[in-house]
């Protein structure tokens, strides 16, 4: 089936950085693509930054373009979310997602990590 484990989190000051890792094992993983999401208290869970694990194309939402990076290690199924210039709002718990082959979406999911900025 597999799985996926997110690190890294913790607390950062304003202005300040973080990196997170997302590993994802299983006997027959097949990606297509590895997401950051994050849901911040009471409000809805959003799209971070995606990359296509064939090329390695990266797509980020707005909020974060220019501040935060996706990478890839070049061996093994983990993806890196470099978090520079942290703002406030960039508190939230930060979810790591797979997207398999044969999947329309994002169907294996982390458990989450923390993240928080403050002031």
């Known amino acids: 089936q597999g799985q996926v484990v997110e690190s890294g989190g913790g607390l950062a000051q304003a202005g300040g950085s973080l990196r997170l890792s997302c590993e994802a094992s299983?006997?027959?993983?097949?990606?297509?693509?590895m997401g950051w999401f994050r849901q911040a208290p009471g409000k809805e869970r959003e799209f971070v930054g995606s990359?296509?694990?064939?090329?390695?194309?990266?797509y980020y939402a707005d909020s974060v373009k220019g501040r935060f990076t996706i990478s890839r290690h070049r061996v093994k199924i983990l993806s890196y979310l470099q978090m520079n210039a942290l703002k406030t709002e960039d508190t939230a718990v930060y979810y790591c997602?797979?997207?398999?082959?044969?999947?329309?979406?994002?169907?294996?999911w982390g458990q989450g990590t923390q993240v928080t900025v403050s002031s």
């Open positions: 997602a797979v997207q398999r082959v044969g999947e329309g979406s994002y169907g294996l």
């Open positions: 299983g006997r027959t993983l097949a990606v297509v693509a």
């Open positions: 990359m296509r694990w064939s090329g390695g194309s990266t």
